[in-house]
């Protein structure tokens, strides 16, 4: 009689692979694989940053050309703003070198680091949100280009977010909007109140915490990095906006809400601070 | 499993891992982008069986995690019970019907997503559950009824019908 084979119990299967998983969960979570991992992943994201640069470079123009298809009007708009707007800075530019000079001895004073003189690394955002769950951004700058893990990244006119991957030729930011994300910054007439961003998710406002109640905020008043010792951030960079604000009596703290500075939402080429947080 | 088996699996796997990393996650709505790694793991359980889907989602998954900045090996566990899930819910279906893949898929990747998030949300990863589910939801259950049929067709040429035993299957019932 011939013996049939008999099949692989699926149960099995799906009991090893569950097992198989959480052991690597736990290993990344507990960090105790956490070089392999970042080695690991280093290794992929230099093997696939080509492909990704060379389908940007092949999607992008398309792209471009359709949205200035569509937003034709707007662009137009915009050209004109900017004119404006490249004149007015022309003209501040003539009377800025007496202003610098002002604020750097004023900082030197106070020891803290100079934004403008610390050296930055330009790099083009080559994906933006590669998870659902995490708001991140990719660079096309890794280590080879001097970029390390906690530096922060500007473009536009603020804070973009925090260098938390590096790979040979390529690194994984953290954008100010993700949950995670934490800010300390200072405001006010003497920029002396402290307070908190907090990321609330991609493309949602940011919340800033521990403001007291009643303290006097303005809607469009400027967040900027507070640049406290051990501060991820430099001081001085424009991290939001005050949207909205409010408290009731009962409430020990403002409910304020606020929108990043620079558009998260429209980034093409940012600026990697070669600041390391200390620490 | 042979090693043109394995050969068309890799091949499937770095395709439709390009197309995300390159394509899907450019197309973001309030946040959110389509999910075609976890349509593999969906795809591979209803081409494949419990068996099968379970290994194929796994894979996808661990590959997936590679490029994300989320807890290494939560695609992978996701991967795998989804896998395993959809082979085990589609396994009695008949499966003649074009509409089938779409509905399994867009019902499959609603709950990998959940499964995410709250599993996300069990690691400590921040907002999940609060922020980041809705948005995912409503953009990556839609796409996975749009991405269905060609995921599908690429796994069912991955993962072709074995000849025998109990995890023989009727394939994707697309023609």
């Given amino acids: ?98 202003t610098a000079n002002a604020l750097r001895s004023i900082d030197a004073l106070n020891h803290l680091p100079w934004t403008a003189g610390i050296p930055t690394v330009t790099a083009q955002v080559i994906a933006l949100n590669p998870s659902n769950f995490a708001a991140t951004i990719e660079l096309d700058v890794g280590r080879r280009s001097g970029v390390a893990v906690g530096m922060p990244v500007t473009g536009g006119a603020g804070l973009v977010g925090q260098v938390i991957a590096t790979s040979a030729s390529a690194c994984t930011v953290q954008l100010i909007t993700d949950a995670a994300s934490a800010v300390g910054v200072r405001f006010g007439p003497s920029s ?73 939402e429209q980034l093409d080429y940012v600026d990697v601070m070669q600041w390391p947080p200390p620490g | 499993m042979t090693a043109s088996d394995l050969a068309r699996c890799t091949i499937v796997l770095c395709v439709v891992l390009a197309v995300q990393n390159t394509l899907l996650d450019a197309i973001r709505v309030g946040g959110a982008h389509p999910d075609a790694m976890l349509l593999l793991a969906v795809a591979a359980g209803y081409v494949a069986g419990p068996d099968r889907g379970a290994g194929f989602g796994f894979a996808a998954g661990l590959l997936a995690d590679l490029f994300l900045p989320t807890t290494f090996g939560l695609s992978a566990l996701v991967g795998c019970l989804l896998g395993y899930g959809t082979g085990l819910a589609t396994r009695g279906l ?16 609603a709950v990998g997503l959940c499964l995410f998030a709250i599993l996300g949300a069990v690691l ?34 991955a993962l072709p019908p074995v000849s025998s035993g109990r995890g023989a299957h009727a394939g994707t019932g697309l023609r």
Avoid: C
Avoid at chain 1, 71 to 83: D, F, V
């Fill in chain 1, 1 to 98: 009689m011939a013996r049939t084979r008999r099949p692989r119990r699926p149960r099995l299967t799906i009991g090893l692979l569950v097992l198989a998983s959480i052991t690597i969960i736990t290993l990344d979570y507990r960090g105790d694989a956490h070089g392999a991992i970042s080695s690991l992943k280093s290794a992929a994201s230099d093997a696939f940053s080509p492909v990704q640069r060379g389908v940007d470079a092949v999607t992008h123009p398309i792209g471009s050309f359709l949205a200035g298809a569509v937003h034709g009007g707007q662009l137009e708009e915009e050209n004109a703003k900017l004119r404006a707007e490249v004149g007015t800075l022309q003209q501040q530019q003539l009377s800025g070198p007496a």
């Fill in chain 2, 124 to 157: 400590g990863e921040q907002g999940a559950l609060r922020t980041a589910l809705v948005p995912a939801l409503v953009v990556a259950t839609p796409a996975a009824v749009v991405l269905a049929t060609p995921v599908v067709r690429m796994v069912g040429w």
């Fill in chain 1, 192 to 264: 002396a109140a402290l307070a908190q961003v907090d990321g609330t998710g991609a493309g949602k406002a940011l919340t800033v915490a521990y403001i007291d109640p009643g303290t006097v905020l303005h809607k469009g008043e400027v967040l900027t990095t507070s640049g406290l010792s051990d501060a991820a951030f430099p001081p001085l960079i424009p991290v939001a906006r005050i949207t909205r604000y409010s408290s009731t009596p009962s409430s020990t703290e403002e409910s304020v809400t606020a929108a990043p500075v620079a558009d998260l």
């Fill in chain 2, 94 to 109: 008949v499966r003649a019907s074009w509409w089938l893949p779409p509905i399994v898929a867009a019902g499959a990747t």
